[in-house]
C-alpha cells in the first residue's frame, strides 16, 4: 500500500513540475468547468493535452482506490487518504464458506451427510460384523465361545424382606396372584426360597380376613411354579417354632395358624402327614393350639362337609353383590332376635364392604315397611342412628340408601299398601332422632288421598289411575 502511494505521490509531482503553478489553477479551473457529468465538452487546444493527463490520473486513482477497497483505506479526489469504516475482510472468509463457488448445487451436504470423518453413515446402512483378527495382541481364542448372561445376585435376610414385602403389600390391594408369581420369579430367592410363605402367612395375621384369603390363594398359586412342596412345609414348620413372638403383634395367632394349616392341607400343597408328624413333641402351648384347630378343621370338612373354599370369607370387593345382600339381610334377622348393636356393628365391619354400606340402609328400610310392627322401627332406627354416629355408615351412603327406597316406593306399595304411611312416620322419626338431615326429610314421597269422583267436576268419575 505504501508502494502504491509513493507512485501516486510522484505522478502528482510529475504534473506539478509540468506546469507552473499559476498556470496549473487556472487551467485546472477551466477544465472543470469544461467537464459536465464527467464528459468533456469543446475546449481550447492547447489544453487537450493537459485534460488527457488528468483523465489519465483519475483513472489510475480510481482503480487503486477499487483495489484498496477491501483494505480499508481510499483516496479522495485531492489526493488525501481516507480511512474507511467499512471493516476489512479476511481471505479465508471465502475459503469457510461451504456454497458452491460454481453457483452448483442445492446446498445440501455432501453424500448427504455420509461423507467427512466422524459420521456415522448414510440413514439404513447396514455394517457387517468385525472380523476377528487373530494377530490381534489382544484376541483370546477362548472368547469366541462365550455366552453372556445377566447375573442376578441372591438376596440376603435384610434385601429379601425389603424386596418381597412391598410385594405381598400390593398384592392385598390388586389380589392377582400371576403378577406375584412374575415378579418372584424374576427375583433369584435362593436360600430364601422357603422363607416367602413365612413372611405373607406373617402380614396377613396383621391384616384383614380378605387378606388372609387372599394369602390361601396366593400360597396355592405360588406352590408349583416358584414354591415347592418342601419350601411351604419348611415355612410353616418355622411359623410354628416363632409363633411366641406373633403372638405379641397377634393376640389370635394360634387359632388363625391353625386355620393357614387346615386350608394348606386341604389345597394339597401342604402334606397330611403334617399335623400327625407334631404328635407327642410338641412343647409350645401356642404350637399345640394352632395343630388342634388345624385338626379340627379337617376332621369337621369330612365329617360336616366343611368348605375350606369360604374359611376365611372372600374379600369385599371380590364378593358376588348376591351374595352380600343375602350377609346384610342375615345381619338385620339375627340383630333384631338379639338386639346387640354392638355385635352388628362388628360383623358390618367384617363385611369390609364399605362402598356397600347403602345396601344395608335400604335393607333395613324394607324390613321396618315390611314388619309393620312398631317394635322393628324402634330397634332399626337405634342402630342406624348407632352406626352413624361411629362414622361406619357414612352420611353419603345413608343417603343413597334412604333415595334408593323413595324410588322403589312404587312396586313397595303393591305388596305392601301402607307403605307410604309406614315410611313417612320412619322418616319423620329419623330425622327427630338426628339420623338424617332435612333436605332427605323433604324428599320423601307421598301419595295422597284418592279421589274416583272429584267433588267439583260434577260427579263426572276419574278414569285415570294414581
Partial sequence: RQVKLRQTERETDYLSDSFPSGDEDNTFTGNVNNEINGNWISAPTGSIHEARLKAKVKRRLRKNSSRDSGRGDSLSDNGDVVRSVVPPTSPKGKLLN????MGKGRGLPKKGGAGGKGVWGSPGEVYDEDEVDVKDPN???????CVYETVVLPLDGETFEKTVTPIVQ??????????????????NLGSMRGDVPMLAVSLALEAKASHRELTSRLLSELCGRVLTAADVEA??????????????????????????????????????????????????EYARSALDRAAVL???SRW?????????????????????????????????????????????????VPHFHHEFVYEAVIMVLESK?????????????????STVITVDQLRRGFERVYLDMADLSIDVPCAYSLLEQFVEQSFNAGVIDKKLRDLCPCRGRKRFISEGDGGRLKLSSY
Wanted: proline letters at 3%; hydrophobic letters at 40%; a negative charge.
Fill in 298 to 300: 379337617l376332621r369337621m
Fill in 98 to 101: 461451504r456454497r458452491s463457488r
Fill in 170 to 187: 400390593e398384592y392385598f390391594e390388586h389380589g392377582d396372584a400371576n403378577e406375584v408369581a412374575e415378579l418372584l420369579a424374576e427375583l
Fill in 235 to 284: 415355612s410353616f414348620h418355622k411359623l410354628l417354632k416363632e409363633l411366641p413372638d406373633l403372638v405379641l403383634d397377634a393376640p389370635g395367632a394360634p387359632q388363625m395358624l391353625g386355620q393357614f394349616i387346615a386350608r394348606a392341607v386341604a389345597d394339597n400343597i401342604l402334606p397330611k402327614s403334617f399335623i400327625d408328624g407334631y404328635k407327642g413333641r410338641v412343647d409350645s
Fill in 304 to 352: 360336616t362337609g366343611l368348605r375350606f373354599d369360604s374359611l376365611w370369607g372372600s374379600g369385599g370387593g371380590q364378593r358376588p353383590v348376591n351374595q352380600l345382600i343375602k350377609e346384610v339381610n342375615l345381619l338385620l334377622k339375627e340383630f333384631l332376635l338379639s338386639g346387640d348393636t354392638v355385635e352388628a356393628e362388628r360383623c358390618l365391619r367384617e363385611l369390609e
Fill in 139 to 145: 484376541y483370546d481364542a477362548e472368547q469366541e465361545n
Fill in 373 to 389: 310392627g312398631d317394635r322393628t322401627l324402634q330397634m332399626i332406627l337405634q342402630l342406624l342412628k348407632s352406626l352413624c354416629a
